[in-house]
């Protein structure tokens, strides 16, 4: 540095001088914000303690919607929100497996839970009705859009059937909306200055949605949509009192991912769960973009990663998506002629 700074100083043109000192200092600039948004992963993950929910009206009889509650992430949403003092709406499709559920919370948190079971992507006026008439009277401050569906496996979007791309947009996207009317309302009327409590609305998107991801398109597009319209919320209830933020993830075990084995990239759900209610408010690994948080830490990295040093929507990062979900592919179809050949022969 001090050669370059030397270099400046000796040189006898004035016009080469200046472009020399802009082009340093912008370099300056650029190193020392990506330090310090690294830096702030590190703190967000690492260094700050936890957020209160007491400013979400924790363990004053205050209740938490959650959808897709009865597996996966959404299931210890429901475990982890009950623990910090919330009632549950806990809704779902399947009826037994929500009941398993409250029972549990019941028993284990000593907190009141309701259920509510529809299949969601029947879109059907009275699974909104029947969410209604469940919050009916109740002080809701939490929704977590937690319920969503990709590709059984990748594919082409040629060859995506029309079902499939129908439930996929209905579930993540149009059930999504129509919940939120539904709940962001009461939310709305629940808290506020005058009640000394803040409402919060969290909804579930994705690395795909984060990233074009070939071969997995319209769940890609599906989860881009939530990244804007969440965000335009978030702008419009901030006055009223209610955080909203997008919750960015890579892959978490589940169903849904068929992954059963955690790893330093892949966290269960327990621990996605805790990293995202820990870090309510920050941005962790989504320090460019507002009313968003990639809470995991090994995902941080990854989406500061790409986002400061390749671009989300580069031909690189498109095309290592797309030879990804095409191995993916490859060893979902070799496992399914497996299991025929298997079948064929019991
Ligand atoms: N797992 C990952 O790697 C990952 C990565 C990024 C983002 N995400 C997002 O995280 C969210 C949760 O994913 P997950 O992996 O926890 O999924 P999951 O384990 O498959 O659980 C999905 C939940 O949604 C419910 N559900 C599914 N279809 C439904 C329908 N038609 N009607 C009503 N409820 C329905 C399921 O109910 P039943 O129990 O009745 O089936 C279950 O409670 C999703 O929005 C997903 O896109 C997941």
New binding site residues.
Partial sequence: MSGILQYISDCDCTITKGFIFIAFAIGVFKLTTTTLSFASIIFDSYILPGVNFSKYGANKGNWAVI?????????EYAFQLAKKGFNIVLV???ES?LETVATEIQTKYKKQTKIVA????TDAPENYVALSKALEGLPVTILIN?????HSIPVSFLDTTDEEMM?IIT??NIVTLKVTKVVARLIVSNVGKSKNIRGLILT?????GLIPSPLLGVYSGS?AFLQNWSGALAGELKPEGVDVELVI?????????K?KRTSFSIPN?KQFVSSTLKNIGRRVGAQERYATITPYPSHALMHWGIETFIGVYSKTVNKINLDMHLSIRKRALKKAARLEAEKKQS
Avoid: E, H
């Fill in positions: 959808t897709g509650a009865s597996d996966g992430i959404g299931k779902s499709r399947t497996k529809f299949d969601a992507t937690n319920v969503g569906q990709s439930s579930l993540n579930m998107g994705s690395f795909a989860k993830s890579y892959l978490v075990t589940s169903a849904m991912s992954i759900p």
